[in-house]
Every structure is written in C-alpha cells, then in structure tokens.
C-alpha cells in the first residue's frame, strides 16, 4: 500500500489540511499593527508582541507578565466585551504504529483531529479585579470541561519604600497563575495532542493537579523584581468535578489542603531580562477517593527556575526557560491497596526540562526543548516497564509562523493565528532506549510529528 492510501492527511480531507496549513504559513504580511489575542489585546490596546513573545501566547514578555501580575487591570480601552475563542487542529503520526488507538474513534497512527475549541471570559473590571476563565471542549474526548481558572483582586502601595503590588488569586491548577514560562502550566510545549504518546509517569505538581483542584494564593510584587507568593489547594467535591467534566479519582482528592510556596527574582541588564526562582508544593492525596485504608499517598514537590528574554531592535526575540523538579513520594495508600510491601512505598521522581526560542519580527520562530525525567525503580508502580524504572528522555522540536504577529489581519484586530510544525524524538521512554515494554518497543518507535494550526479570536 502506498503511502497516499494509508495516510489520510495526503489525500482527501488530509490533504486539503496539510494546504491550508502551509498556505498559512507563507501568508504576506499586512502594514498595520495588530492586537495582542484577544480580549486582553482590544482592552490594552497594545499589539500582539507587546504582551507574548512571537506575536502569540502564551509565552509572556515583561510586559505581559506585568499585565497578568497586576490582575489583568490594565486598560486603554473604556469598555470592551470581555469574550474570546480559540481552535486547534492537528495531524500527528508516530515513527510506529502505537499498540492500541490513542483514543475511541482513531486509529493506531496517522490521525488527524480537531484537538480543542475554548471559550474565553478575560478581562479586568475596574482598577483591582479581573479574571481569565477558560472553558474547553476537547475534540478527541469528546466533552466539555472547565479549563484553567485564575480570577485576581490586585491593588498597589508602597512597602519600605517600595512600590508593591499585593494580589490574591483563585485558581484551578498550581501554577496557572504564574507569570513566567518555566512552570508545568504554562511551560513549553504551548500546544500538544492527546493523540500523541507520551510518558506514564511525571511528577504530580506537572499536570496532574490541573482542573482537579481549587487554590487561593496571596502574593507581593515588589518593585517589579521581587516575586513572593503563598498559599493552598484543596479537592472540590467528586460531584462538583464530575458536573465540571473532570474524572475526580485521578489522582483522587487532597486531603485537607496542600501548601504551596513560590519565590522569584527579576532583573533587567542591557544583555536581557532574567528571572531566577523556586517553588514548592507538599500534597496528601486518597488515591482514587479510596479512604479504606486510612492511610494517604504524599507527595513533595520541590524546584528551581529560571529564565532569560532579549528583545533586539526590529522586533526579534530570543528567550529562555528552565526548570528542575524534585518530587519525594511515600506511597503507603496505594501501596496497601496494592498488597505491596513497605518498600513499594518510598520513591523519587526528578524532571528536568529547558527550552529556548527564536523569533524574527514575531512572526517566524523556531523552538528547542529536551526533557529528561528519572526516579527510583518500583515493580508495584511501573510493573509495565522493562526496566521497572520510569526514565524518559527526548528532545522537542518546533517551527512555527504567525503571519499577523506584527501585523494587522484582514480578518479584524481579534483575529490571530499561528501555524507549525513539532517533532519529538525520544531517546529514553519509559524506563530504556530500547524493548522498554518487554514487548520489542523501542524509544523512538514513539517519536512524533505534528503539523498544527492554532487560531484565536
């Protein structure tokens, strides 16, 4: 068989996709300056590069971050309707054929999918309050669900002398509402697919908390350098996620609340902005809702980031990110309900994951990213592993075009789009380079190529 007759996206309704894409990608450019997408751009009236590096979230610039930072207060514009949208469709194909369709309705490879449709309601409502409230109906599951949450009540004053900024944030995912792109959040890959394979096991404060839980922080903001947040999380109850289109047993409640702690530093020097930071998260969870045991799987989370933004004359950007993570797991509920003995319970996870970009006139960039994430050996949580251990390494790559980064779109000031191509190579997946599943899988039958088109309104 060809590879025309097996792959969808080069023939037929695939291959009206790939020319869409790529006529994207080479659209001209127009002559007047476009808004930053959306809602928050029509309210700012600053133009797209001015809050997101490339032209296109979410990667911040001081600015933007700023603008978050200040309870997305900022405002030019009188009135403006506090909505937007936004869509993305991809196509992804593995080195391999995964073992089993990635989701009801797809095939073992060669998929091509409407990933997301979210709605938006973004703004700031006089001088202390706004909000970012993200609802998403995924196009692989099939459902809607509540997104990410992050609603501020801000206000500036001045603390020994410094101009502060005190802000409290309600929010679903720890680190939704951070400023800086080294955080699980908002870190890169800015976009990704269900449809692609991936790693069984990160660290829980890396996604696993998103949407499952609901946190108030407090926060200063002092003299535009120094960053102190604290707070913490606790579980809605299991009705309350179901209604919100969230399964409550992964990975199961939180039992009482978990603090968290965040810390950062800022400096500007003529070579570039840079930013330094920690933060923490200590976590009981009821695995599943399960409380027959009376027991709790706890986890700490302890990390270090860092990140780097120059803007050079002409609009060109280069930036950097960086994070590691530390995770300490004493699983004695899963573990007892395992029937495992006292050593299953005791465990390590460390990720690290880096990333730079570069952006030209905000409208052409490419990305570099490598991840590696490594822990302790355990038969009881990675019985599927060869090696019984859940290593994993790789590099990510990205080249994306955003033809009205800089520019105003024919389309109006809330239209925006960005185009690109990803692709994954791993080195290590789940536990070796190679049979990692005691089956003949290896790494790199999971590398992955995704061609994408990300639009906003």
Not at 15 to 23: I, Q
Not at 147 to 153: E, F, P, Q, S
Not at 186 to 197: I, K, Q
Not at 204 to 230: H, V
Request: glycine residues 12%; charged residues 15%.
């Amino acid at each position: 068989m060809s590879r025309s007759e097996c792959n969808p996206f080069w023939t037929g309704r695939g291959g009206y996709s790939l020319a869409f894409l790529l006529a994207l990608c080479l659209f001209g450019v127009g002559v007047k300056p476009a808004l930053a997408v959306p809602a928050f751009g029509i309210q700012t009236g600053k133009h797209c590069q001015a809050c997101h590096v490339g032209g296109f979230g979410p990667q911040l610039t001081p600015y933007g971050r700023e603008f978050k930072l200040t309870g997305y207060t900022d405002r030019t514009n009188p009135f403006n309707a506090p909505f937007s949208a936004m869509a993305v469709m991809s196509y992804v194909q593995t080195q391999k054929a995964q073992v089993d369709p990635p989701a009801p309705g797809y095939r073992t490879n060669d998929n091509l999918a409407l990933d997301q449709v979210s709605l938006f309601f973004a703004g700031g409502f006089g001088q202390h309050l706004g909000a970012f409230v993200q609802t998403t109906y995924s196009g692989t599951a099939k459902a809607w669900t509540w997104d990410n949450l992050d609603i501020r009540a801000t206000t500036k004053t001045t603390i020994a002398r410094q101009p502060t900024v005190l802000g409290l944030s309600l929010n679903n995912s720890p680190s939704v509402q951070d400023a800086w792109n080294t955080l699980p959040a908002w870190g890169y890959r800015y976009t990704t697919s269900s449809l692609a394979p991936s790693p069984s096991a990160s660290p829980l404060i890396s996604g696993a908390l998103a949407q499952t839980t609901l946190g108030a922080t407090a926060y200063a903001w002092i003299n535009t350098q120094y960053y102190i947040e604290a707070g913490a999380y606790g579980s809605p109850g299991a009705t309350t996620l179901v209604r919100l289109g969230v399964d409550p047993t992964n990975p199961g409640s939180i039992q009482g609340l978990a603090p968290y702690v965040r810390l950062a530093y800022k400096h500007a020097f003529k070579i570039g902005v840079f930013e330094l930071g920690a933060f923490g998260m200590d976590t009981a969870i009821n695995p599943g809702l399960d409380r027959s045991t009376g027991l709790t799987d706890r986890y700490t989370d302890v990390g270090l980031d860092g990140s780097y933004l120059k803007t050079f004359q002409g609009g060109n950007v280069v930036s950097m990110n960086a994070r590691y993570l530390a995770e300490r797991q004493s699983l004695d509920a899963t573990c007892a309900l395992d029937g495992a003995g006292p050593e299953c319970a005791r465990n390590t996870l460390t990720e690290v994951r880096a990333d730079a970009s570069y952006y030209w006139r905000n409208e052409l960039g490419g990305t570099v990213g490598v991840f590696n994430t490594t822990g302790s050996a355990n038969p009881t949580l990675y019985a599927g592993n060869r090696t019984l251990k859940p290593d994993s390494t790789g590099m990510l790559f990205q080249v994306d075009g955003t033809p009205f980064g800089s520019s105003f779109s024919p389309l109006g000031p809330r239209f925006n789009i960005r185009v690109g191509v990803q692709y994954t190579i791993y080195s290590q997946f789940n536990g070796a380079g190679t049979n990692y599943d005691a089956s003949g899988r290896n790494a790199l039958d999971n590398n992955t190529a995704r061609v994408f088109a990300w639009i906003a309104y």
